[in-house]
């Protein structure tokens, strides 16, 4: 592949389990394969049973595991009760050192929202350095519906958030509109 392609692997996929072994397994398996970046899905179900100190134990594990590799760590926004949940999810992924924060992994009923995006953006901003980046994946399925988001990018993060180093999408699904637009 050229350079300027970064290939991405998933650990702990879909299912978010709290099983360090397991996803640190995965993500050695993801290195040795040359991979560029992890995409590991936090605990979140751990998390909505109050087990922040564990997923926050479990985040630092795979970020120090995944090294030089980026990481992204998927919240699963969608599943979270509540904003509180969804700022805190967040807060744990920053705390770890993650590269970007992930709305979804597409395969929930609810992907990514915009509620879940404003506090998640709003997470970021006032985490402050080093700058992570936002990637809102699933259920973005047209080039309107993905303006919202860099909108939201914009107000929260500023003008200078919008590369692909700070803002990603999950474009599986947007593709085709971005083809026909």
């Known amino acids: 592949l050229p350079a300027s392609i ?13 099983d360090a072994a397991a996803t640190l397994a995965e993500v050695a398996a993801i290195k040795a394969s040359g991979g560029d970046e992890v995409d590991v899905v936090l605990p979140y179900r751990a998390l909505m049973d109050g087990q922040a100190a564990e997923c926050a134990s479990f985040l630092q594990q795979v970020r120090q595991a995944s090294r ?15 904003p509180e949940q969804i700022a805190q999810a967040t807060r744990l992924a920053l705390a770890a050192g993650a590269d970007f924060v992930k709305t979804s992994t597409g395969k929930t009923p609810i992907s990514a929202t915009l509620d879940a995006a404003t506090v998640m953006l709003h997470e970021i901003a006032a985490y402050g350095a ?19 988001y860099l909108d939201l990018a914009t107000a929260n993060l500023g003008a200078q958030a919008l590369t692909p180093s700070r803002m990603r999408f999950g474009a599986s699904g947007l593709l085709d509109d971005i083809e026909a637009v």
């Not at 970064?6 to 709290?18: E, K, Q, S, T, Y």
């Not at 030089?68 to 509540?82: D, N, Y």
């Not at 980046?133 to 993905?146: C, D, L, N, P, W």
Request: charged letters at 15%; glycine letters at 10%; a positive charge.
């Open 6 to 18: 970064r290939v991405a692997a998933v650990a702990n996929f879909p299912a978010g389990d709290l």
């Open 68 to 82: 030089p590799l980026a990481l992204k760590v998927i919240i699963e926004s969608g599943v979270l009760a509540s």
């Open 130 to 148: 080093p700058a992570a980046g936002f990637k809102a994946s699933g259920g973005i399925r047209t080039v309107e519906q993905a303006k919202l």
